[in-house]
């Protein structure tokens, strides 16, 4: 069956409409990457245009490709389908297309079929509709499309247990400095009495893993965690709360409301769980790839220059033992010709069901094998074709499996092959789609350096998230002094604070607050954990001592905590790290600050850089404690 795939331009009648010129129908069909519209607005030749009297017949033989160039550009064709994967242990070697020359002088055989085929798999049958709706959009208003970008860049920090001593104060000190800071809080009116009416809140209780929606969490970049479970006098206390200031060395404590197990494990897990996505991990999120026990496809698709008239044709295939430690890759791979002023191959994927929300991290990072050339990424934050695309080239080594990190700071805004001055900031909140390009190309009338024509290959392994060095806390946790010693062998509890010596009265209140900074621990968010002696409500400002490996005894004020908190946060000396800390004014001695003569802050990173990496009191334990 004879292809009809290089056609000139026609004779129009007296009744024709205005061109409807192949650049045209391009255009409409794909506007898929800036390379493609650099041709399409250049002084190319259409190759046809259309007309009410448009049809096969009126167009002269000796404009028609040959049966033969058609069907050999179809063989390789059968190498190259763009639909999601090919899955082959054994690739077929690429080869350079060598089609033969139409009588139009200078091009080469066009693909129409692999064309349409390319249409039909990101956009769907073609609409007669859809298009002149489309050209009527076009002509009206030619421009790209712009969003309203409303990204915070700082983020927002969720302060959990607001309403708590050591909460309370931390809300106030963010707000005071500025910070964009939403709280987490069970009761509404509360937090509003207390915290004032125009706060920013998510009511929910995190024993309850259902009123924890992840939707409310988005947006939020950074979490102080004050919650805690509630212990108070068994007789009672006064409306000022004056025993419960004095802690519970002065009382008769008991639970009150929900048990240790349900805030401090179970809690601790819901609330992981819902700002996981929001906060990041340390080793990223991964988009697409075989990384160690995690696989995530997607659906990859050729978009080759066969969509301006070229001859350059691609695929994107697993290789199921291609892969850096033998296992499975993702293989782009392809054939680039500069015929029919074509010079470019991609895969791009279809745009993601629901838009990827990567805002908690500083780039993406690609895994892959380098064979010398010059690449592009393209990133794109809007579902339409034709828009405004992020982009970024990168080089890669010869034959040597490398990691290459695209910080999403880096992206240039392009639209048809030039540089968006005015584009809105780039979203990473908003992905649509990923785009890997190999092209003549570069930006604003540059070339790439490194392109040449023929076959080539690039194994991509995995592509994922990164957070750039130094990494600083995502999660500060406010836990306790003395987690680690009701199981520890040896340990004279009459000497040890009350909390410890009633570990299982309070219904093992300290050993599930150990459950639960393991499961920070374990998540992989970046994190600090601080573990207060007594807190007190005196003034912050005292002189402090920072341990590791929850020994020390003492007190501290709930005001030096909140900013301990809010300084760890700023500090990558405090991630990941583990800490006690207490005043060095003794329990038994009160400590009160001259209001006209304060005390001057403190430059909190000095004791963060005295902290050591894992070491959190659980090594003084037998490796099989008592079981709860």
């Known amino acids: ?29 794909f506007q898929s990457h800036s390379d493609i519209m650099r041709d399409l607005t250049s002084s190319e030749t259409p190759l046809f245009t259309v007309n009410r009297n448009f049809s096969v017949k009126n167009l002269h033989p000796r404009v028609l490709p040959s049966p033969g160039s058609c069907r050999q550009f179809g063989r390789l064709s059968d190498q190259f389908r763009p639909f999601i994967y090919q899955r082959n242990s054994e690739l077929p070697s690429s080869r350079t297309y060598r089609g033969r020359i139409s009588s139009e002088a200078g091009r080469q055989g066009w693909d129409f079929g692999r064309f349409l085929k390319t249409f039909y798999f990101f956009n769907g049958p073609p609409s007669p509709a859809k298009f002149f709706e489309f050209l009527i959009e076009k002509l009206s208003n030619p421009s790209p499309s712009k969003t309203e970008n409303r990204m915070d860049p700082s983020g927002v920090i969720l302060v959990a247990g607001a309403t708590g001593g050591v909460g309370r104060r931390v809300f106030d000190i963010l707000r005071s400095k500025g910070y964009t800071v939403k709280v987490l809080v069970r009761n509404e009116d509360k937090a509003r009495r207390m915290l004032g009416p125009d706060v920013d809140m998510i009511v929910g209780d995190i024993t309850k893993a259902s009123t924890l929606v992840r939707e409310y969490f988005k947006g939020v970049r950074k979490v102080i965690n004050a919650v805690s479970v509630i212990v108070g006098p068994k007789e009672g206390d006064t409306p000022d709360r004056a025993k419960y200031s004095q802690g519970i060395k002065f009382f008769e404590p008991e639970i009150k409301g929900a048990s240790p197990e349900m805030v401090e494990y179970i809690g601790m897990k819901n609330l992981i769980n819902a700002v996981k996505e929001s906060v990041g991990i340390h080793r990223g999120k991964l988009v697409f790839g075989f990384e160690e026990n995690l696989t995530r496809e997607l659906a990859w698709g050729a978009l080759d220059d066969v969509v301006m008239g070229g001859v350059s044709e691609s695929s994107f295939v697993i290789d199921p033992t291609g892969g850096e430690k033998g296992g499975p890759t993702g293989v782009f791979r392809g054939v680039v010709s500069t015929a029919n002023n074509g010079g470019f191959t991609s895969i791009r994927t279809k745009n993601f069901p629901v838009p990827e929300d990567l805002s908690a991290y500083d780039g993406l990072e690609l895994r892959l094998k380098g064979d010398g050339r010059r690449y592009k990424l393209i990133v794109r934050t809007s579902r ?36 968006v001055s005015d584009a809105p900031p780039f979203d990473a909140r908003q992905i649509a789609s990923l785009q890997l390009m190999f092209s003549k190309f570069e930006y604003d009338g540059k070339l790439n350096p490194t392109f040449k024509e023929g076959p080539f290959q690039l194994p991509v392994s995995s592509i994922k998230t990164f957070m750039k060095e130094p990494v600083t806390p995502r999660f500060v946790h406010v836990s306790s002094a003395g987690v680690t010693r009701p199981e520890r062998p040896g340990l004279d509890l009459s000497k040890q604070p009350p909390a410890v010596r009633l570990n299982k009265e309070l219904g093992f209140i300290l050993t599930f607050k150990l459950k639960g900074e393991d499961l920070i621990r374990e998540s992989g968010i970046p994190h600090t954990i601080v573990r207060p002696c007594a807190l007190t409500e005196e003034p912050a400002g005292a002189d402090l001592i920072f341990d590791q490996g929850d020994n020390i005894t003492g007190k501290i004020s709930r005001e030096e905590i909140a900013r301990i908190c809010i300084a760890a946060l700023e500090s990558p000396y405090a991630c990941d790290k583990t800490f006690e800390v207490k005043s060095v004014i003794p329990f038994s001695e009160p400590y009160t600050v001259d209001p006209a003569n304060p005390p001057p802050e403190k430059d909190y990173n000095q004791y963060f850089k005295s902290l050591k990496d894992g070491i959190t009191g659980k090594e003084s334990l037998e490796k099989s404690p008592a079981a709860v």
């Not at 992020?390 to 034959?399: A, K, N, P, R, V």
């Open 1 to 29: 069956m004879d292809c009809y795939c290089c056609y000139t331009q026609a004779r129009p009648s007296s009744s024709t409409i205005p061109i409807l010129n192949f650049q045209t129908l391009r255009w409409w069909l």
């Open 384 to 419: 339409d074709w034709d828009t405004v695309g992020y982009t970024l080239s990168f080089d890669t080594i010869e034959g040597q499996w490398q990691s290459i990190q695209l910080p999403f700071s880096s992206l240039r805004p392009v639209f048809r092959a030039r540089t």
